[in-house]
C-alpha cells in the first residue's frame, strides 16, 4: 500500500472511517504517515489531531475506541478508506455518526443483532432475550434444537405460514447461539465466502 503523504503541504492525507458491518460512513479525521503506523501497530484507529498538534486514538478519553478491521488507499494515493468496529458512540457529542445518522445496517438481520446485544443487558422480568441468556448457553442451544425440531415438522406438513413462523424462530434463536458464542452473522457469512472462494 502506497500512501502519498506529500501530496499535501501538512503531511496529512484524509481518512474517512467506514463501520466494517454496517458500511455507514463513522467519520472523517487525517492521519500522518506516524498515525497510520500507530493505528496498524495497535489495531486501534489513530489520527493525527489538528487541534491537539499531536497522535490521538479514538476514545483514548470516552473508551469509544474504533477496533481496525481494513485499510484502502484511494486510485490517487492521498485517501484512506479505514473499515473499523466502533466501541460505542463515534461522534463526541454522543451520536453513532459524525453526521448524527443512527449506525444500524439496512439488513435486517444485522440490525436484529444489535437488538438482541440491547435485550441482553435488559432485566430478565421484561425482556425474552435476557431472560434466555440467564439460563446459561446450554438452555439458549437446547432452545435452537427445539425450534429446528419443529421447522421439519412443519415442513412436511403443507402450511406455509406455520412453516415460515418456525424458520423465523429457528433463525431468531440461532442469533441468540451465536451471541452467546461471542459471534455474530458476519462471522459466519466470512467462513461462507472463504468456501465459496475455494
Not at 50 to 60: A, P, V
Not at 84 to 92: D, F, M, R, S
Not at 125 to 136: H, I, N, P, T
Not at 166 to 195: C, M, P, S, T, W
Amino acid at each position: 500500500m502506497k500512501i502519498d503523504f506529500s501530496k499535501y503541504a501538512d503531511g496529512l492525507v484524509p481518512a474517512i472511517v467506514q463501520d466494517y458491518s454496517t458500511n455507514k460512513v463513522l467519520m472523517l479525521g487525517f492521519m500522518n504517515e506516524e498515525a497510520l503506523k500507530e493505528t496498524e501497530r495497535q489495531g486501534k484507529v489513530t489520527f493525527y489531531s489538528r487541534s491537539k498538534q499531536r497522535l490521538w486514538t479514538k476514545g483514548e478519553e470516552s473508551g469509544n475506541f474504533l477496533e481496525l478491521k481494513s485499510i484502502a488507499v484511494d486510485c490517487d494515493n492521498d485517501t484512506l478508506l479505514i473499515k473499523a468496529h466502533p466501541l460505542g458512540p463515534v461522534c463526541h457529542t454522543g451520536a453513532d455518526t459524525c453526521w448524527s445518522e443512527r449506525n444500524h445496517s439496512n439488513d435486517f438481520l444485522l440490525y436484529l443483532e444489535d437488538i438482541i446485544r440491547l435485550r441482553k443487558q435488559a432485566s430478565p422480568d421484561e425482556s425474552y432475550v435476557a431472560r434466555l441468556f440467564a439460563k446459561g448457553i446450554n438452555k439458549v442451544a437446547q432452545k435452537v434444537g427445539e425450534e429446528a425440531v419443529e421447522l421439519v415438522i412443519e415442513a412436511k406438513d403443507e402450511n406455509d405460514e406455520l412453516f415460515l413462523e418456525e424458520a423465523a424462530d429457528l433463525l431468531f434463536h440461532y442469533l441468540l447461539l451465536l451471541n452467546a458464542k461471542g459471534h455474530n452473522l458476519q462471522r459466519v457469512i466470512e467462513v461462507l465466502q472463504k468456501r465459496h472462494s475455494k
